[in-house]
Antibody, heavy 115, light 107 residues
Framework: EVQLVESGGGLVQPGRSLKLSCLAS????????MNWIRQAPGKGLEWVAS????????YYADTVKGRFTISRDNAKNTLYLQMTSLRSEDTALYYC????????WGQGTLVTVSS | DIQMTQSPSVLSASVGDRVTLNCKASQNINKYLNWYQQKLGEAPKLLIYNTNNLQTGIPSRFSGSGSGTDYTLTISSLQPEDVATYFC?????????FGSGTKLEIK
């Protein structure tokens, strides 16, 4: 069974950093591109970043480019999102999702940016 | 960037109705259009990929169609469990973009 479990969310002050993780199981992680998608409270979905299976290709939404870094460790079956210079508008539930299409999603980890 | 516009934003229909949700792209997305269903408090679920391909395990009352800039999701006979918000999503070009969603309610 495919499982994606996000962790690392929490309350953080504006301007600070946070690193999210997504632990994958039930499939060969190194064969799939991975993605982060977020959803602000009561709002729609926003694609954040994508990384190819071997990390050769990486893409970001303009809203996070230069502040967020997506990475992966195929030996640990884990996807990461390093977030720096956090802003209030980054407050959201952050999901990881497998491949394109996003056929499998985790349950999300909540990031709250507030002083 | 490609903008995705969904209509209507809210749709109220009766059980058994045939319902159609619309999604319009700001430019040709070559059928690289997916539909996701999100129920309250849950993660989104993939329903349809690449315009008209039904994801495994999704009931056959769901179908998708379209081309170019205009796409539709059709539910042939609305069921109570279909109450949810539906998002379209284009993966033709970066940055990838979602529509703002259609909230589907039962009358």
């Amino acid at each position: 069974e495919v499982q994606l479990v996000e962790s690392g969310g929490g309350l953080v002050q504006p301007g600070r950093s946070l690193k999210l993780s997504c632990l994958a199981s039930g499939f060969t992680f190194s064969n799939y591109g991975m993605n982060w998608i977020r959803q602000a409270p009561g709002k729609g979905l926003e694609w954040v970043a994508s990384i190819s299976s071997s990390s050769s290709y990486i893409y970001y939404a303009d809203t996070v480019k230069g502040r967020f870094t997506i990475s992966r460790d195929n030996a640990k079956n884990t996807l990461y999102l390093q977030m720096t210079s956090l802003r209030s508008e980054d407050t959201a539930l952050y999901y990881c999702a497998r491949g394109t299409p996003f056929a499998y999603w985790g349950q999300g980890t909540l990031v709250t940016v507030s002083s | 960037d490609i903008q995705m516009t969904q209509s209507p934003s809210v749709l109220s229909a009766s059980v058994g109705d045939r319902v159609t949700l619309n999604c319009k792209a700001s430019q040709n997305i070559n059928k690289y259009l997916n539909w996701y269903q999100q129920k309250l408090g849950e993660a989104p679920k993939l329903l349809i990929y690449n315009t008209n391909n039904l994801q495994t395990g999704i009931p056959s009352r769901f179908s998708g169609s379209g081309s170019g800039t205009d796409y539709t999701l059709t539910i042939s006979s609305l069921q109570p469990e279909d109450v949810a918000t539906y998002f379209c999503f284009q993966h033709n070009s970066w940055p990838l973009t979602f529509g703002s969603g259609t909230k589907l309610e039962i009358k």
